[in-house]
């Protein structure tokens, strides 16, 4: 027997059910990319923690290390790039940067492939053994170190060769070479620990941003919207039609399309109206004198009508609305019952934002917000 609520209905109990699968799908997307970025944090400290090498890697290897040289970590798939044009390419620096998205396969305009070999991460320089020779970037003598954030290309430029040159690997293998020869990096500025400590503050930035479990939804908050399809879309624009309709017909006096005053005329010709006594239709009063009218005062309006409270947000208990005041990082769990959640909602990162289709982002403030809803139009404040 179907569940039914003090009116005898049972749409509350399909739309509580319709929205805790809802948000426990949502909790669970979320969670799932919270826990991947956790685990590639973590792995990331436990490597920074205990990258070494050896000179024994470097066995049977063309190579000559030098006294106190060792070998951190050898690719055998790479490719050596040259710049054809001049750049200027930022300073080596140790940021630890998450990916900006998924690297692809491609070679970058302006960047044409030398050779190819093996790269060797020292912790001295890196080299490439190519097929038609050796390159070396000795990290002393680095100037400049850019990663391209679209493919699998890092650049350097070293005080002794004018020309920008450096490497592409396989998109699988370049997010680990780039954290190694960072690491490589710091050690031979002997900056390490500041690796680390960056990692730390990753992590624990990171655990704050852990979503909870959202709260059960029950029969008692289903709204009477619900049973419109669309929901409070479809009642918002229904209102908004209901307004603008008769506004528009009001000014637009359909009675006078010309803009003119109403002329009446006669059916009969004007010959016959000529002969008709003029007694028959008595004579227009004089005009009397000019009188300015006296200019009555409107009713003022009240302040509830010349303002709407929320600034045309939805009426919701949470006190959010569009008139500004603090950004809200950490909304209500229920906030998905009164505003439109986008899909995967509770895995954004940044502030709440409405994005241009209706929906509510949780990416406020970073370049991926409503990227899949016409983009964004304003911020909800608290």
Same mark, same amino acid.
């Given at each position: 027997m179907a569940k039914t609520d003090s009116t005898g209905s049972t749409w509350r109990y399909r739309w509580a059910r319709r929205q805790n699968v809802r948000r426990v799908s949502t909790f669970r997307g979320a969670e799932a990319a919270w826990r991947r970025r956790d685990d590639e944090l973590r792995r990331l400290r436990a490597l920074a923690a205990d990258f070494q090498g050896s000179a024994a890697a470097g066995a049977g290897l063309p190579l000559e290390l030098a006294g106190d040289e060792v070998v951190l970590w050898a690719l055998p798939a790479a490719q050596l790039v040259e710049v054809r044009h001049t750049t200027v390419l930022p300073a080596p620096d140790l940021t630890v940067a998450p990916p900006a998205g998924p690297l692809r396969q491609r070679r970058p305009d302006g960047v044409r492939v030398a050779d190819a070999g093996m790269a060797v991460i020292t912790s001295r320089r890196l080299v490439l053994l190519g097929g038609r020779g050796r390159r070396d970037w000795a990290y002393g003598r680095m100037t400049g170190l850019g990663h391209d954030p679209a493919a699998p290309v890092t650049l350097i430029q070293v005080l002794d060769r004018r020309r920008t040159s450096g490497l592409m690997l396989p998109t699988d293998a370049a997010a680990d070479f780039r954290f190694k020869l960072t690491l490589a990096f710091a050690d031979a500025i002997e900056q390490r620990p500041a690796v680390l400590a960056q990692l730390d503050e990753l992590i624990a930035e990171h655990a704050q941003l852990k979503p909870f479990r959202p709260a059960a939804a029950t029969p008692g908050q289903a709204r009477l919207s619900a049973l419109v399809p669309g929901g409070r879309r479809t009642v918002a624009v229904a209102a908004a039609v209901a307004l603008l309709v008769p506004a528009a017909l009001f000014e637009s006096d359909p009675s006078d399309p010309n803009g003119g005053a109403e002329v009446a005329v006669a059916a009969t010709p004007a010959s016959s109206a000529s002969a008709v006594p003029a007694l028959l239709y008595p004579a227009a009063p004089p005009p009397s004198p000019r009188t300015? *009218?006296? $200019?009555?005062?409107? *009713?003022? $309006?009240?302040?509830t009508a010349s303002r709407d409270q929320r600034c045309g947000a939805p009426e919701n208990p949470l006190g959010y609305d569009f008139c500004g005041g603090t950004r809200i990082r950490r909304p209500a769990t229920e906030v998905c019952d009164w505003f439109d959640c986008v899909p995967q909602f509770w895995s954004g990162r940044g502030y709440l934002v409405q994005c241009r289709d209706g929906s509510v982002?949780?990416?406020?403030?970073?370049?991926?917000?409503?990227?899949e809803h016409r983009g964004?139009?304003?911020?909800i404040w608290k």
């Open positions: 300015t *009218p006296k $200019p009555t005062k409107s *009713p003022r $309006p009240s302040p982002s949780l990416n406020g403030g970073r370049s991926n917000a409503c990227t964004v139009r304003r911020t």
